[in-house]
T-cell receptor
Framework: AQSVSQHNHHVILSEAASLELGCNYSYGGTVNLFWYVQYPGQHLQLLLKYFSGDPLVKGIKGFEAEFIKSKFSFNLRKPSVQWSDTAEYFCAVKGNNRLAFGKGNQVVVIP | SAVISQKPSRDICQRGTSLTIQCQVDSQVTMMFWYRQQPGQSLTLIAT?????????ESGFVIDKFPISRPNLTFSTLTVSNMSPEDSSIYLC?????????????FGPGTRLTVL
């Protein structure tokens, strides 16, 4: 079964700062990769996904993620965050019909 | 995308009782999943529910504790049986499929369960 690692569970930064959240996974087969976001009081929403092709994928709200196969990584980035980006971010990996989640990053953006 | 609703949205229950959580989807879906999100933890897959067959449970989860029904392609229930405080968690319904456009999964709003 696959496993997913996310580091720096709590991230606090100021508006306009850049954000990068790391995600590493372990799985030997073909994977689909996702980032989900959960805004306060809301349910999980898909932020972006990678199935195949260009390893740099763009999602909603200015987020992007890069799949580096050799590093088993799928890091999430946003060049300039806003207060409304305060949320919990989950990396997820789908392999063998199973979707496994990392422990999440709690991101707080200070106005 | 699929729109998923869950009932109840939250509940407070006594130890030893059972609670059934309902999941309704606005379109027919092949695969439905039930997850648990314990406080401060990530989402853990409990089981996969396919219509017309028995649910498939992940390691550490058993049918006697978490019986699941999947009577049709738009509805499923998860029962948390003989509850203890350790079952306090958010339970989420998710829909998707292994192939094609359903490689991504969508999640319901969750049911927040507190067991006293």
């Amino acid at each position: 079964a696959q496993s997913v690692s996310q580091h720096n569970h709590h991230v606090i930064l100021s508006e306009a700062a850049s954000l990068e959240l790391g995600c590493n996974y372990s799985y030997g087969g073909t994977v689909n990769l996702f980032w989900y976001v959960q805004y306060p009081g809301q349910h999980l929403q898909l932020l972006l996904k990678y199935f195949s092709g260009d390893p740099l994928v763009k999602g909603i709200k200015g987020f992007e993620a890069e799949f580096i196969k050799s590093k088993f990584s799928f890091n999430l980035r946003k060049p300039s965050v806003q207060w409304s980006d305060t949320a919990e971010y989950f990396c997820a990996v789908k392999g063998n019909n199973r979707l496994a989640f990392g422990k999440g990053n709690q991101v707080v953006v200070i106005p | 995308s699929a729109v998923i609703s869950q009932k109840p949205s939250r509940d407070i229950c006594q130890r030893g009782t059972s609670l059934t959580i309902q999941c309704q989807v606005d379109s027919q879906v092949t695969m439905m999943f039930w997850y648990r999100q314990q406080p401060g933890q990530s989402l853990t897959l409990i089981a996969t529910a396919n219509q017309g067959s028995e649910a498939t449970y992940e390691s550490g989860f058993v049918i006697d504790k978490f019986p699941i029904s999947r009577p049709n392609l738009t509805f499923s229930t998860l029962t948390v049986s003989n509850m203890s405080p350790e079952d306090s968690s958010i339970y989420l319904c998710s829909v998707g499929g292994p192939t094609g456009v359903y490689n991504e999964q969508f999640f319901g709003p969750g049911t927040r369960l507190t067991v006293l």
